[in-house]
């Protein structure tokens, strides 16, 4: 058993190999005499039954998502980021002002270097053995200045592959079907993308907010994608302009990749939310970054939440010309899953925290007039390993507030479920196995829209991973991977 084990976390095993640890296991804790042998094979089986995922990892993707098998991990920046992104090779680049090198090795994982050197969560800095030190190396700053360096010389990505005459579709121009349709255009294949706005980016270019993601910077790099051959046909909705059986059966196209994100804001479920007033958090945030800004002028603000959507939602309301925004968050600031830097400038700027506080009412005749908070004390344990919010009983008061943005999360939209042939789970992501493969043979499905709200870099992750799919099942039977070519 100890050979098999070994094997695996050398990135050498195979999915045989579990039923074969499986079955080692059970005999020898069935037919041992003694309670030595009886007992080893447990914890084995326990990490089977709940690491499962961890074992098809480190064989299907060759990779220790906890950084501790040796074999697997070069270094542990290059193991924490989502893309696999080498690190270590492009900081060494940079140090030696070979910046166009760097910016190349950078892109074989991730072509929105500029995007991600100044949006990018840095897990990789998280892990940084620098970091045990002293602080880690500042990994994203450097990536940005790497990626400035090169702004003046257009990418025009390499063609890496003959055509292969075969149509491929995306659905969605966010991160995740970008870096899909960039990998496939350059392994030969005809790409349109079809995305449902009128511009490109997905949440990139109506989430993300302008300040902090300034728009010519992304625009550079869409741009580098339809250089590769890229057709984007905007203002195209699946489910209203058309479905994957007219594109499959009459419009020719072997594969789909549905990269739909998750743009629908989630709401309150209290009562008066309907009132004139309350608008989605990504609603407002779109309706801005669409140029449709409201004038908040004289407007006092409440934003509910504490992700990132939320702080960038209250920002944005203050430079709406909002006269007070007050953040409610019903755990505390140590809970909140903002980025530390973010709540930090949001409060610099004049936003108001209200912790362990939950809205329980609207209140207003026609439009809001003000929003019923419950007091909350922190319980027990939840599933996300924070402590659950118990109101208080008789702790409510009234906000006196003129808009509601209510920032508590997202899902995606499932109207054009019918349209699409593909099974969706009950929190509306997009059902995949690992291969990212839907309920439908030849259709595939990348980024938030099956993990939920995320970040830029595992949707691009999941784009270079939802393209070796595709690749695979387009060419099966040559046994087509490009792994190597990652690498
Ligand atoms: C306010 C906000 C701030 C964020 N800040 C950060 C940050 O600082 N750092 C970070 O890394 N991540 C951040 N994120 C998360 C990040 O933007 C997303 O995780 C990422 O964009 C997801 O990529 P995606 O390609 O899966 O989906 P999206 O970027 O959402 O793109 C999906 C695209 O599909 C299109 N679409 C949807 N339905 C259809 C249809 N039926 N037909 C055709 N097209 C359709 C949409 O219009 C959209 O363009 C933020 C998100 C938000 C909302
Ligand atoms: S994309 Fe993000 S996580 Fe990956 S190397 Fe760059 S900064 Fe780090």
């Known amino acids: 058993m100890l050979e098999v084990l070994n094997r695996i976390t050398e990135g050498k095993g195979v999915m045989e190999d579990i039923a074969l640890i499986e079955e080692l296991a059970v005999g020898m804790a069935n037919n041992s005499l003694c309670a030595l042998g009886q007992l080893t094979p447990g914890p084995v089986l326990s990490a089977l039954r709940y690491f499962r995922e961890e074992f098809e990892t480190h064989i299907l993707e060759k990779r220790c998502p906890a950084g501790t098998c040796k074999d697997l991990v070069r270094a542990p920046c290059v193991n924490s980021c989502p893309a696999g992104v080498d690190v270590p090779s492009y900081l060494s680049l940079v140090s030696e002002g070979k910046y166009a090198q760097g910016l190349a090795i950078h892109r074989k994982r991730n072509p929105f270097a500029l995007v991600c050197g100044r949006i990018c969560p840095a897990f990789c800095e998280k892990r940084c053995r620098r970091g045990d030190l002293d602080e880690p190396i500042a990994i994203r700053q450097i990536k940005r200045f790497m990626a400035d360096q090169e702004i003046k010389n257009p990418w025009t990505p390499p063609l890496l592959e003959a055509n292969k005459g075969q149509k491929v579709a995306i659905i969605g121009s966010g991160p995740a079907g970008l870096t899909a349709a960039l990998r496939l255009a350059q392994w030969g294949y005809q790409v349109t993308v079809f995305e449902a706005l009128s511009v490109a980016g997905g949440m990139m270019a109506i989430g993300i907010p302008e300040y902090r993601l300034p728009r010519d910077i992304l625009q550079a790099e869409i741009d580098n994608v339809r250089r590769a051959g890229v057709e984007i046909k905007l203002n195209s909705r699946l489910g209203r302009d ?33 009132r004139d007033g309350v608008w989605g958090g990504t609603d407002f945030l779109r309706r801005v970054a669409l140029g449709d800004k409201p ?21 944005t309301a203050l430079r709406l010309g909002a006269a007070s925004v007050n953040l409610v968050y019903r755990r505390t600031r140590e809970e909140m899953p903002a980025e530390a830097l973010e709540i930090h ?54 906000l006196p507030v003129d808009i509601i943005l209510p920032a508590i999360g997202q899902s995606t939209d499932v109207t054009c479920a019918d349209s699409c042939g593909i099974t969706f789970n009950r929190n509306t ?54 792994e190597s070519w990652l690498d």
């Open 429 to 482: 992501t997009i059902k995949v196995d690992r291969k990212l493969c839907t309920t439908r043979p030849g259709v595939f499905a990348a980024g938030d829209a099956v993990l939920g709200p995320a970040t830029v870099i595992e949707a691009v992750a999941q784009g270079n991973q939802s393209a070796m799919m595709v690749d695979e099942f387009l060419q099966k039977g040559e046994e087509a991977s490009k």
């Open 345 to 398: 400038e949001a409060e610099e700027e004049g936003i108001k925290m209200t912790f362990l506080a939950n809205p329980s009412r609207v209140i207003g005749v026609d439009k809001v007039e003000g929003l019923e908070l419950v007091m909350q004390d922190l319980g027990e344990f939840d599933d996300s390993s924070r402590r659950r919010p118990m109101p208080i009983a008789g702790s409510e008061y009234v």
């Open 295 to 315: 004038d908040l002028t004289g407007k006092r603000v409440a934003v509910v939440g504490g992700g990132n959507t939320a702080i960038d939602a209250a920002r």
């Open 242 to 274: 058309f479905t994957i059986d007219e594109l499959m059966d009459r419009q020719g196209f072997s594969s789909v990749v549905m990269a739909i994100g998750a743009h629908n804001s989630r709401s309150l479920r209290i009562p008066g939310e309907e």
